[in-house]
């Protein structure tokens, strides 16, 4: 258990359509990333936010953003979805910058059809 | 060239095999380097991690790192088919975000 929550964990949109994913990180982290993690690949950065500020991207176009809350939960917004945006995507939570450890949620597996 | 190279298997062995799981990597600008493990339709679990060349033992894992050659491996003594899994793993810098690079993870089934 890694104290990293996302909802929802399932869910099946129309392509054109917006989606808004939800993550809580764990207690004590400031720093929430997400990825996106295509069928029999690896994870893939999208960005990264820090004390509420975006501070690194992925090669992610721009209909992909996202929010921090003062409380470090955050939201990843995806406008006018496309079929190849069908995917698991992973929240991560960590202290911030430097030698710490990085834990993931079990994701929102995202179906555009 | 990928950042992460990961052969992606699958690799099939018998219980209680000693398995080796490898990733190369090009950028030597990664300082420190993680092993998921990630089971079916599940987020990947952090299993290992370090920052420095050598080994790292943790009960009946082992990750070694070799920056010179810019080579990670994550040994598994006496496999269990609880193991069975797709292995990750990833790689970061210290500079800026922390972004982590993933290889393409390898589908491993230990058989009973």
């Known amino acids: 258990e890694t104290g990293v929550t996302q909802s929802p964990t399932h869910l099946i949109k129309t392509r054109g359509q917006q989606v808004t994913l939800r993550c809580s990180s764990q207690s004590g982290h400031n720093t929430v990333s997400w990825y996106q993690q295509a069928l029999g690949q690896g994870p893939q950065f999208i960005f990264q936010?820090?004390?509420?500020?975006?501070?690194g991207r992925g090669n992610f176009p721009p209909r992909f953003s996202g929010l921090q809350f003062p409380n470090y939960s955050s939201e990843l917004n995806v406008n006018a979805l496309e079929l190849d945006d069908s995917a698991l995507y992973l929240c991560?939570?960590?202290?911030?910058?430097?030698?710490?450890?990085?834990?993931f949620g079990e994701g929102s597996w995202l179906t555009v059809v | 060239q990928k950042e992460v190279e990961q052969d992606p298997g699958p690799l099939s062995v018998p219980e209680g095999a000693i398995v080796s799981l490898n990733c190369t990597y090009s950028?030597?600008?990664?300082?420190?380097f993680m092993w998921y493990r990630q089971y079916s339709r599940k987020g990947p679990e952090l299993l290992m991690y370090?920052?420095?060349?050598g080994n790292k033992e943790d009960g009946r894992f082992t990750a070694q790192v070799d920056k010179s050659s810019k080579y990670i491996s994550l040994f598994i003594r006496d496999s269990q088919p609880s193991d069975s899994a797709t292995y990750l793993c990833a790689i970061g810098a210290f500079q800026g975000a922390q972004k982590l690079v993933f290889g393409q993870g390898t589908r491993l089934t230990i058989n009973p």
């Open positions: 950028n030597s600008a990664f300082q420190y």
């Open positions: 936010y820090y004390r509420e500020e975006e501070n």
């Open positions: 370090t920052y420095s060349s």
């Open positions: 991560a939570s960590s202290t911030g910058q430097g030698r710490n450890t990085i834990y």
